[in-house]
């Protein structure tokens, strides 16, 4: 069976709506409300005279809130392991 790019497509986009629903869309709507507000107020500080005009906080605002995202969704493992006494290291993956 051969999958074309549109049903590829389809179903990634079905895969990040699963993920996300995994946390609450209103969490997802805040964070994005507030990285919006701070990526606008920082390049209303900075300027965008030097940018495209196509340039948009938009394109900015997805991969920070897909990291958020990622974020909360992974497996948080102590750093400190009662058993042997010691700290354990950051980059554990299950």
């Known amino acids: 069976m051969k999958i074309t790019q549109s049903q590829l497509r389809e179903i990634i986009k079905e895969e990040l709506l699963k993920e996300r629903a995994a946390i609450p869309m209103e969490d997802i709507m805040r964070a994005e409300m507030i990285i919006k507000k701070h990526l606008d107020e920082?390049?209303?500080?900075?300027?965008?005279?030097?940018?495209?005009?196509?340039?948009?906080?938009?394109?900015?605002?997805e991969p920070i809130?897909?990291?958020?995202?990622?974020?909360?969704?992974?497996?948080?493992?102590?750093?400190?392991?009662?058993l042997t006494g010691r700290m354990s290291r950051r980059s554990v993956r299950p």
């Open 42 to 61: 920082m390049f209303d500080e900075i300027g965008t005279e030097d940018l495209p005009e196509n340039f948009s906080t938009e394109i900015l605002v």
């Open 65 to 82: 809130v897909q990291k958020y995202i990622n974020s909360r969704r992974a497996q948080r493992n102590p750093r400190f392991n009662k």
